[in-house]
C-alpha cells in the first residue's frame, strides 16, 4: 500500500469493472443460501463481512483519481508518388494533392515533375498510417496506399511508393495544414492477395507496405489527474505509488516508470514486460491502491481471493492482484486450481505478468482450447522467457490452428530473434524466411502487416510438376520433374535463369535472388495454391487480435449457443467469432494536457 493516512477523499466513484457490484452479490448470495431473505440476512451480517465491505469503500485506486492520456493512434499521411507500373498509371487531375505532390518534387530537386507525372508507369496516391500509443523512434508501422477517387490509374500491382514523409494533417481556416513530419515510407506495393484474381477493381486501387513505415519521434503516454484532484503533492504521490510497484531499465539506469511533470499530467514509461499489451499495463496502472485502511492489505487480499473465486468478477480482482504484486502471487496460484475456467485462465494471465513461470501450462492449455481467451493467453505467454514459457509455446508450434500456429510462434520471435527454431534469415532487403521443423499439418504462413514475413511449419513443402506460376510482372517460375526453373524477363536486361529444387523454401530464394520482391512471392504462392500445385495449406495474417479487450469464456459459448440457434452450423459460428475484433482497444485516451 501507498499510504495509510486518511485523507478527505470524495465519496468513491466506481469504475465499470463490476467488482463491487460482484463482491456484494457474492456476500449476499452466500447469506441468502444460508438464511433464505436478503433483508434480514443482510441487516445481521457477520462482522466480518461487514469488515471486508467497509475495506472495499475505503480503498482508494489511482484510477479513482486519474485517467490515461496518449492511449490513441495518431494518424499520419500524405500525398506520394508510385512508379514502376506497367502502364496502368495516369496524370492526376489539376487539385490540392496534385499541387501538394508537384511541391514535395521540386523541394527534392526533381526535373520536370509534370511528365513525370504524366507517365502512365507512375500514379499519384493517397498515403497514411497509424503511429500507436507509446511508439519509439525508430519503429516500424503498416502503410496504406490507396488512388484517389478522381484518378484514372487501374491498378497498383507491381509498384514501389517513392520515399514520403508523413505528418498530421488538420483543415484550419478552410485550408489543409501540415504539422511536424512524425514518419517517412518506402517500399514495394502489396495489393491485397486475397483479392487478386477476382472482378473487384476496386482491390487494384489499394495496397499496402507491410512495415514500411519509420516512425521519426518518441509518443508519450500518461495520467492525467481529475480537475477537482489537482495538486502537486497528489501527483507525486502517485508517481511514488507507481514506481514502488513499476520499475524498469530505461536509457540504460533502472528507475521508475512514473515521473509526475504538473499537478495534472504524470508521464509513464513502459515495462517491456507489458511493451505487447499496453491497455493491460495502463489497467494495472490503476488498479493500485494509493490509500487502504490501516492493516488493510490482509483483509485486501482476503477480499479479493473471494472475487477472484466467482468467475464474474475474476478478471478485475485478478487486475487488482497483479497491480499489488509479488504479495499476491500465492492468492493467485490458488486460483489455479478452481474448477472454473474463467477463474484458472484470469489467475494464470495475472501471474504471468508477475513473471511466475507456473502460469505457463495453463495459458497453453487456453491457447488450445479457449478460442475467445488464445490472443491474451498467447501474450501472456510470450513474457514469460524462461523454460517453461519457451517450452509452453514450443508445443503450440504443432496445433492444427493456423492462428495458434502463429501466435505462438510471433510471440516466440518476439521473446527472442535469435532463437534456433525461429530465427530464419533475411532474404536481401525483400523480406524474411522462416523455415520451423515442427510436426504438425504442413502450413505457409503470408503476412499483410508487421513486418514482409514468410514462415513455413514443417519442412517439406514441395511444388507439383506442371505448376506455372507467375512471380509478378517479370518472373516466371515453372517446374517439371521436381525441379524449379526461375525465370526473369526484364526490358533492357539480359535473361536470368536458376534451377532449384521444387520446394517453396528454394522458389522464395531463387525469386529473390533473380530480382523480386516480397509482393512477387506472394503471387507465386497464391497461384500454386489456385492451381492446386501446392498441398501445403497457405494462411494470410492468422494473427489473434484483440489481446486484452477478449468476450468471456462463458459469453463466448452463448455466442456460438446463439449462433447456432439463427441458423449457422457450430463452424461457422465459431469462425466468426475468431474473426472478430475489438476496434476500440486503444479508445482510451483524452485530450492532450495543456
Known amino acids: 500500500m501507498c499510504t495509510t493516512r486518511p485523507l478527505n477523499w470524495p465519496p468513491r466513484q466506481w469504475p465499470a469493472t463490476a467488482i463491487h457490484v460482484g463482491v456484494i452479490a457474492l456476500i449476499a448470495g452466500s447469506l441468502l443460501s444460508a438464511g433464505g431473505c436478503a433483508g434480514p440476512a443482510i441487516r445481521s451480517q457477520s462482522p466480518e463481512i461487514e469488515a471486508l465491505m467497509n475495506l472495499e469503500a475505503d480503498t482508494k485506486l489511482i484510477g479513482d483519481y486519474a485517467t490515461p492520456w496518449g492511449l490513441n493512434v495518431q494518424h499520419v499521411e500524405r500525398a506520394a508518388l508510385v512508379t514502376g507500373l506497367l502502364g496502368t498509371g495516369s496524370d492526376p487531375p489539376p487539385n490540392a494533392q496534385r499541387q501538394k505532390l508537384m511541391s514535395d518534387m521540386q523541394a527534392r530537386g526533381v526535373v520536370e515533375p509534370n511528365n513525370l507525372l504524366a507517365s502512365s508507369s507512375t500514379s499519384l496516391v493517397?498515403?497514411?498510417?497509424?503511429?500507436?500509443?507509446?511508439v519509439r523512434k525508430g519503429d516500424r508501422f503498416d502503410i496504406h496506399v490507396e488512388v484517389p477517387i478522381d484518378n484514372e490509374t487501374t491498378s497498383l500491382a507491381g509498384g514501389w511508393l517513392m520515399e514520403t514523409r508523413l505528418s498530421e494533417m488538420a483543415v484550419l481556416g478552410n485550408r489543409v495544414r501540415d504539422g511536424h513530419v512524425l514518419?517517412?515510407?518506402?517500399?514495394?506495393?502489396?495489393?491485397?492477395?486475397?483479392?487478386?484474381?477476382?472482378?473487384?477493381?476496386?482491390?487494384?486501387?489499394?495496397?499496402?507496405v507491410p512495415g514500411g513505415g519509420v516512425a521519426l519521434t518518441s509518443r508519450s503516454i500518461g495520467l492525467i489527474?481529475?480537475?477537482?484532484?489537482?495538486?502537486?503533492?497528489?501527483?507525486?504521490?502517485?508517481?511514488?505509488?507507481i514506481n514502488r510497484r513499476f520499475n524498469a531499465v530505461i536509457r540504460g539506469a533502472k528507475r521508475g516508470v512514473a515521473t509526475p511533470k504538473t499537478d495534472r499530467f504524470l508521464e509513464l514509461e513502459i515495462p517491456p514486460r507489458y511493451a505487447d499489451n499496453l491497455p493491460r499495463y495502463i489497467r494495472v496502472v490503476r488498479s493500485i491502491a494509493l490509500v487502504e485502511p490501516p492493516g488493510g492489505r490482509h483483509l485486501r487480499l482476503e477480499l479479493l481471493a473471494r472475487q477472484l473465486a466467482d468467475?464474474?468478477?475474476?478478471?478485475?480482482?485478478?487486475?487488482?492482484?497483479?497491480?499489488?504484486?509479488?504479495?499476491?502471487?500465492?492468492?493467485?496460484?490458488?486460483?489455479?486450481?478452481?474448477?472454473?475456467?474463467?477463474?484458472r485462465f484470469a489467475s494464470a494471465e495475472a501471474l504471468a505478468y508477475l513473471g511466475e513461470s507456473v502460469a505457463a501450462t495453463h495459458l497453453a492449455a487456453v491457447a488450445t482450447n479457449l478460442r475467445s481467451a488464445r490472443p491474451a493467453a498467447l501474450t501472456a505467454l510470450g513474457v514469460l522467457d524462461d523454460a517453461n514459457g519457451i517450452d509452453a509455446l514450443q508445443t503450440l508450434l504443432s496445433s492444427a490452428s493456423a492462428e495458434t500456429r502463429y501466435g505462438a510462434f510471433r510471440s516466440l520471435w518476439k521473446m527472442n530473434h535469435s532463437l534456433p527454431l525461429v530465427?530464419?534469415?533475411?532474404l536481401g532487403d525483400a523480406c524474411f524466411l522462416h523455415v520451423l521443423d515442427v510436426k504438425g499439418p504442413p502450413l505457409v504462413h503470408l503476412t499483410r502487416s508487421h513486418r514482409p514475413e514468410i514462415v513455413l511449419f514443417g519442412v517439406e513443402h514441395p511444388l507439383a510438376d506442371g505448376l506455372r506460376a507467375e512471380a509478378g510482372s517479370s518472373i516466371v517460375v515453372v517446374v517439371d520433374d521436381a525441379i524449379a526453373t526461375v525465370s526473369c524477363f526484364a526490358v533492357g536486361k539480359p535473361d536470368q535463369q536458376l534451377e532449384v529444387p521444387a520446394r517453396?523454401?528454394?522458389?522464395?530464394?531463387?525469386?529473390?535472388?533473380?530480382?523480386?520482391?516480397?509482393?512477387?512471392?506472394?503471387q507465386f504462392l497464391q497461384q500454386a495454391t489456385s492451381s492446386h500445385c501446392l498441398q501445403s495449406r497457405l494462411a494470410f495474417d492468422a494473427v489473434p487480435n484483440d489481446a486484452d479487450g477478449r468476450m468471456g469464456i462463458h459469453e463466448e459459448a452463448a455466442l456460438k449457443d446463439r449462433a447456432v440457434i439463427d441458423g449457422d452450423d457450430a463452424d461457422d459460428a465459431e469462425a466468426n467469432i475468431e474473426s472478430g475484433t475489438d476496434a476500440a482497444v486503444y479508445g482510451l485516451g483524452v485530450d492532450e494536457p495543456s
Open 504 to 522: 517453396v523454401d528454394t522458389v522464395t530464394r531463387a525469386i529473390i535472388d533473380i530480382g523480386g520482391s516480397y509482393p512477387d512471392v506472394v
Open 183 to 208: 514518419g517517412i515510407a518506402e517500399g514495394p506495393l502489396l495489393v491485397d492477395p486475397v483479392s487478386t484474381g477476382t472482378l473487384d477493381s476496386v482491390s487494384k486501387l489499394r495496397a499496402k
Open 126 to 134: 493517397w498515403v497514411h498510417g497509424y503511429l500507436p500509443p507509446g
Open 225 to 241: 489527474l481529475a480537475p477537482e484532484h489537482r495538486s502537486i503533492s497528489l501527483s507525486k504521490r502517485i508517481g511514488d505509488c
Open 423 to 426: 530465427r530464419g534469415e533475411r
Open 311 to 343: 468467475p464474474v468478477t475474476a478478471p478485475a480482482a485478478a487486475l487488482r492482484l497483479e497491480a499489488i504484486g509479488k504479495d499476491a502471487t500465492s492468492t493467485l496460484k490458488k486460483g489455479l486450481a478452481s474448477k472454473d475456467a474463467e477463474v
